[in-house]
């Protein structure tokens, strides 16, 4: 994973943690840990024109709504490659990419920009850009 280190206020002691906490993003089985640090009232807007896109008020309506939805329909469930992380305080940027398998035996081919603001390390609003056409391929394959 890249790292841009030269944003305000960072310290190598953030970059350490700002990458602990997006590398549970890469394995189904630590994805709760991430949300670990996200708060519980974050204010999520996932952007788009699909079926996800929206404003989620809380940690458990995105869960529930985006990650509960889309992980059923991965073979290897659901799993981000970080890129690149632009870690500042308070705000971190990160680049992805979905390392995921549909269970109709494609690749889902998403890329992901997550403009994450932090307040006391725990996430508090993100803005998520995604490909809507990727997004609305996959749930067309896929949900039934």
Request: proline share 4%.
């Amino acid at each position: 994973m890249d790292v841009t280190p030269s944003l305000s206020n960072t310290t190598e002691e953030l970059i350490g943690k700002r990458q602990a906490l997006f590398a549970n993003l890469e394995t189904p089985e630590t994805i709760p840990r991430f949300f670990e640090g996200v708060a519980d009232n974050v204010s999520w807007t996932l952007h788009g024109n699909h079926s996800l896109a929206g404003e989620y008020t809380s940690k458990q309506s995105f869960i529930n709504q985006v990650i509960n939805r889309l992980g059923p329909m991965m073979r290897n469930g659901l799993r981000f490659q970080i890129n690149r992380l632009h870690v500042g305080s308070p705000v971190t940027v990160a680049e992805m990419e979905s390392t995921s398998v549909g269970m109709d035996g494609a690749p889902y081919d998403q890329i992901y920009a997550w403009i994450c603001t932090f307040e006391n390390g725990t996430i508090v609003n993100v803005h998520a850009y995604v490909d809507s056409v990727a997004v609305i391929d996959f749930l067309r394959r896929n949900e039934g």
